[in-house]
């Protein structure tokens, strides 16, 4: 995502006649064209450029290469998908030319021996389990013997036949390679970047990132080896009270917020003891939602380094270690404050002492008054070598009680910004509640849990984010549909309502192998 601009080398020599002529004609189609386009076999977008300049394929040729690949892929699409106005076919074509949809499912593998069914029709009938917000995989299991659903997924339809079993999809989600499906995720994110998708979307020109914990089922028998394990009073026939095992999985969540579209940039497990040794050969007992976090902030600074400005978190990570780690990766931070006893809020309450507000407005659009009290360059905690910026905000509404909010900023570019912005900015935060965590348990069920085993649980998660983000882009940035803050999870359970209508309406199977790219 840092490319450096202005830093291209010329063309090498494998596609240097045909680059002028791509770029400005369409390729008439990818048979006739694939004697003349030569393009670099598939590579990881880390590897070395196959140009020879030492640099990462990503910092180096990928970036030209792929508006061939888009060109090509675009043109293996059937005319019956690329001219057609259903909400399912514009889905499907925009996840195939702008986001190369087919070549991420065929990247994702897994550890099974010598099988029947690929891993690209399994992953390829979960991303849609998702996407068409289909329960379970016994209802999945149903559908695969259904001609349309078929031929969704690319099979010419036998009636009364299942595709594949509830059996072999829970086998493929307990082997899958779970960095595959971190890595789609990624680039997805990375692709939209590229597409200019996030362009507008930002407060106060800085991309902010909420974090947060979530904690999607609990279960007091079903369980596995990651699950936590925390102790609840149970209330038996009769009035008894009993103590019981709850059995339970907890995550930390990033979520890129943007007042057109939101996406989730990358999701964090809190390990038990038992995923500790796995992971990192601790073992002591099960580890909080901070230490999770600090893990969370290790891999988004590897996977998206500065396209990252800003965290905004609630106040379990106002603390000076998560601060400072935010210091060391050049990200600002916008923290909620609540322990009036716990610095720098203290510092700010003692300087604000008798202090009248600092500003005042009145919001014409929420017919909210606000007044704000604001404190810079508070340097009091130990374990933070930065300088804090505190805000305190009082929102009234007509006849409501006043609402307050505390909240530290920190990182050069984040302190500078105005006090509205900054609220804005820390006020976002709830899209993570509103727009990801409570549509998730609504209606993209899960709540249920689709399988049970460690790696399971996982891949349901990542591959359903990776549909999730698909779907945020799709009816966002391609329908450029209103968010609506009232509920913007309406529009879009709308929109699936229709494509699971147009399954039914698909007169061939989508040409999934057709639309990889076999460069
Ligand atoms: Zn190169
Ligand atoms: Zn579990």
């Not at 026939?237 to 999985?249: D, L, T």
């Not at 890129?256 to 579209?261: D, N, R, Y």
């Not at 529009?491 to 040409?511: D, G, Q, S, Y």
């Amino acid at each position: 995502m840092n490319a450096p601009a202005g830093d291209r080398k010329a063309a090498p020599p494998y596609c240097r006649p045909t680059v002028g002529l791509t770029l400005h004609a369409p390729v008439p189609s990818a048979a006739t064209s694939a004697g003349v386009l030569t393009l670099p076999p598939r590579l990881s977008r880390n590897h070395a450029c196959p140009c020879g300049s030492h640099r990462k394929y990503k910092r180096c040729c990928w970036e030209r290469d792929e508006v061939i690949r888009r060109q090509l892929r675009a043109s293996a699409l059937p005319p019956w998908m690329l001219h057609s106005r259903g909400k399912l076919h514009q889905f499907e074509n925009y996840a195939c030319k702008s986001f190369a949809l087919p070549d991420l499912l065929a990247s994702l593998s897994d550890t099974r021996c010598a099988p029947d069914i690929p891993t690209f029709d399994v992953v390829n009938s979960l991303l849609h389990t998702a996407l068409l917000r289909i329960p379970s995989l016994n209802a999945l299991e149903g559908d695969l013997k259904e001609s349309d659903f078929q031929r969704l997924i690319g099979r010419s339809p036998t009636p009364d036949v299942k595709a594949f079993s509830a059996d072999v999809v829970a086998n493929v989600l307990d082997k899958l390679h779970l960095d595959g499906v971190r890595q789609a995720i990624e680039e997805v994110i990375e692709r939209a970047e590229r597409n200019k998708a996030f362009r507008e979307g930002s407060y106060g020109a800085l991309r902010c990132v909420a974090i947060d914990g979530w904690e999607p089922f609990a279960s007091y028998d079903r369980h596995c080896s990651h699950c936590l394990v925390r102790y609840v009073k149970v209330k038996r026939a009769g009035g008894k009270i009993e103590e019981v095992e709850q059995y339970y999985h907890r995550y930390v969540v990033a979520m890129l917020l943007g007042p057109v579209v939101d996406v989730i940039l990358a999701i964090e497990p809190v390990l038990n003891q038992e995923a500790r040794c796995d992971v990192t050969g601790e073992h002591a007992g099960h580890e909080g939602e901070l230490t999770a976090a600090h893990r969370l902030l290790d891999s988004l600074y590897q996977a998206y380094g500065g396209f990252i400005d800003a965290i905004v978190g609630d106040a379990l990570y106002a603390n000076g270690p998560f601060m400072s780690q935010l210091e060391r990766y050049g990200y600002g931070g916008f923290l909620v404050l609540k322990k009036e006893n716990h610095e720098p809020f203290k510092e700010a309450l003692a300087l604000w002492q008798g202090q009248a507000s600092c500003e005042t407005y009145n919001d014409p659009d929420t017919k909210e008054h606000i007044e704000f009290w604001d404190a810079d360059d508070i340097d009091t905690l130990h374990t933070y070598q930065g300088k804090v910026r505190v805000i305190r905000a009082v929102l009234t509404k007509p006849d409501k009680a006043p609402t307050t909010w505390c909240f530290a900023i920190l990182g050069q570019r984040s302190r500078q910004l105005s006090r509205r912005t900054a609220l804005k900015i820390t006020r976002a935060r709830w899209h993570i509640e509103d727009t990801a965590f409570n549509q998730w348990i609504q209606y993209w069920n899960f709540g249920h849990v689709f399988r049970h085993t460690a790696n399971a649980v996982l891949a349901v998660l990542l591959l359903w984010t990776l549909a999730f983000n698909l779907l945020q882009l799709f009816v966002y940035r391609r329908l450029k549909r209103p968010r609506r803050p009232q509920d913007p999870t309406y529009t879009i359970r709308h929109i699936v309502e229709v494509m699971l209508r147009e399954v039914a309406t698909l007169p061939a199977p989508i040409p999934w192998a057709a639309l990889l790219d076999t460069s």
